[in-house]
Antibody, heavy 115, light 111 residues
Framework: EVQLLESGGDLIQPGGSLRLSCVAS????????MAWVRQAPGKGLECVSI????????FYADSVKGRFIISRDNSKNTLYLQMNNLRPEDTAVYYC????????WGQGTLVTVSS | DVVMTQSPLSLPVTLGQPASISCRSS???????????LNWFQQRPGQSPRRLIY???NRDSGVPDRFSGSGSGTEFTLTISRVEAEDVGVYYC?????????FGQGTKMEI
């Protein structure tokens, strides 16, 4: 059974940094593309970033390009999202999702950017 | 960016009756490999999203067969043959063909 467990969400001031983690199990992590998808309170879904399974390609939404960095440690089956220069509009639940087509999701971790 | 437009945004339904949601994309979702990467997700209240349908019409494992997807090119439909109480929630279409990936606005289904 695929399991994705996110952590690292917190209340952070504007301009601050935070690193989210997603520990994966139940599938071959090394071969899988992995994504971060966020959902602002009461809003819809936005794909923030995707990391290809071959470890070569990364993609970012324009809203986070230059501020967020996606990375992965295949030895730990873990996906990361380093978030810098955070803005209030980054406030959201951040989900880790498996695959280019998001076939499995974690439970999410809440990031609140506020002074 | 590819804009995904869902209708309706609010869908009152009756238990045991059919329901359908439309999704339109601003560009064709046919990828260079010949596949059409249009997915449907269900988000029940207080839960994470769950994929129901991938590549237009393929049901994910464990998804009841009352859910079906259809369409091609830029026009797609999610149909529930007989609505059950557990189907309450928000439904999103999403395209997985173009970058950036985009979702529809969501359709809130209420009994």
């Amino acid at each position: 059974e695929v399991q994705l467990l996110e952590s690292g969400g917190d209340l952070i001031q504007p301009g601050g940094s935070l690193r989210l983690s997603c520990v994966a199990s139940g599938f071959t992590f090394t071969n899988a593309a992995m994504a971060w998808v966020r959902q602002a309170p009461g809003k819809g879904l936005e794909c923030v970033s995707i990391f290809s399974g071959n470890g070569v390609n990364t993609f970012y939404a324009d809203s986070v390009k230059g501020r967020f960095i996606i990375s992965r440690d295949n030895s730990k089956n873990t996906l990361y999202l380093q978030m810098n220069n955070l803005r209030p509009e980054d406030t959201a639940v951040y989900y880790c999702a498996k695959g280019w087509q998001y076939d499995s999701w974690g439970q999410g971790t809440l990031v609140t950017v506020s002074s | 960016d590819v804009v995904m437009t869902q209708s309706p945004l609010s869908l009152p339904v009756t238990l045991g009756q059919p329901a359908s949601i439309s999704c339109r994309s601003s560009q064709s979702l046919v990828y260079s490999d010949g596949n059409t990467y249009l997915n449907w997700f269900q988000q029940r209240p207080g839960q994470s999203p769950r994929r129901l349908i991938y590549k237009v019409s393929n049901r994910d494992s464990g998804v009841p067969d009352r859910f079906s997807g259809s369409g091609s090119g830029t026009e797609f439909t999610l149909t529930i043959s007989r609505v059950e109480a557990e189907d309450v929630g928000v439904y999103y279409c999403a395209q997985g063909t173009h970058w950036p990936r985009t979702f529809g606005q969501g359709t809130k289904m209420e009994i």
